[in-house]
């Protein structure tokens, strides 16, 4: 099937550590996405991909990184900087910025706790 | 980015009862995006409009593009408890969201 992998759905991060969420997509899409989400609160853009090898800060990119070394994967490390990282992670690609290819399609979340 | 405005913040009715959201944005939009998120779930796309005037329905669902370009509506018909979870607005090549619309609907 088609779609739009987060992995894990749970993690935890002790203080002082960087941690990776995976994001993969079979769709073909062009951009990917990085949102946080705040118990009861909408969606902020962390990070943007629109193309392979390139990405743009979102209006929070602070404390985290991307990579897009691949079309299909986006992964998002929340390092050490990040002094607030618990949130819920959603990951998101479309197929690509034009109109009509906006349409996000979204993954099922990564709950990120710090102990 | 634009600033979104979605409103009401929450809402809770009665099952069958009709439900109306609004969006409204600083800046003139081209298209206009309805998404639904379950507990613990990824947003899900309801509606896409693409032209100012536009009414456009999925099943229960009515969405509308705002003349001004600057607003959408999105409305509910006859709610259902499987309509509860929350109800964003998006605008095109922005990718920033309004803040939701929390539904709860009480059977």
């Known amino acids: 099937d088609g779609g739009i992998t987060q992995s894990p759905k749970y993690l935890f991060r002790k203080e002082g550590q960087n941690v990776t969420l995976s994001c993969e997509q079979n769709l073909n899409h062009d951009a990917m996405y990085w949102y946080r989400q705040d118990p009861g609160q909408g969606l902020r853009l962390i990070y943007y991909?629109?193309?392979?090898?390139?990405?743009q800060k979102g209006d929070i990119a602070e404390g985290y990184s991307v990579s897009r070394e691949k079309k299909e994967s986006f992964p998002l490390t929340v390092t050490s900087a990040q002094k607030n990282p618990t949130a819920f992670y959603l990951c998101a690609s479309s197929p690509g910025a034009r109109i009509g290819n906006e349409k996000l399609f979204f993954g099922s979340g990564t709950q990120l706790s710090v102990l | 980015g634009q600033q979104l405005n979605q409103s009401p913040q929450s809402m809770f009715i009665q099952e069958g009862e009709d439900v109306s959201m609004n969006c409204t944005s600083s800046?003139?939009?081209?298209?206009w995006l309805w998404y639904k998120q379950d507990p613990g779930e990824g947003p899900v796309l309801l509606i896409a409009l693409y032209k100012a005037g536009e009414l456009t329905s999925n099943g229960r669902l009515t969405a509308q593009f705002g003349i001004t370009r600057k607003d959408s509506f999105l409305n509910i018909s006859a709610s259902i408890p499987s309509d509860v979870g929350i109800y964003f607005c998006?605008?095109?090549?922005?990718?920033?969201f309004g803040a939701g619309t929390r539904l709860t609907v009480k059977p």
């Open positions: 800046s003139i939009f081209n298209t």
């Open positions: 991909s629109q193309i392979v090898n390139d990405f």
């Open positions: 998006a605008g095109h090549n922005d990718m920033r």
